[in-house]
């Protein structure tokens, strides 16, 4: 059985390294735009709001299904930062009950 789990994470923990990459070359990209060790940015709405969360919420189904529709509207390989396509008010309503 844990054969079958470790198969299943490992893409899961591959697509998360390439999230945490991303992010970390967005800090580098934007000095001006400070985030603390141990969080990333995301981008959110129409006026592509910044946010900042804990990785911690890397772990969370709901955030990853989050990530996954980012994945498929936006991808991964472009310069506007990782942005995640929901309104604010979804997101910030989300984000509150992750802990």
Known sequence: MSIKKQSIKIPQAAGLKQ???????????????????????????????RFVVPISYLAHPEFQSLLHCAEEEFGFDHDMGLTIPCEEDVFRYLTSTLH
């Open 19 to 49: 999230i945490l990459r991303r992010c970390s070359s967005l800090g580098r990209k934007q000095n001006s735009l400070y985030v603390p060790k141990g969080h990333f940015a995301v981008y959110v709405g129409e006026n592509r709001s």
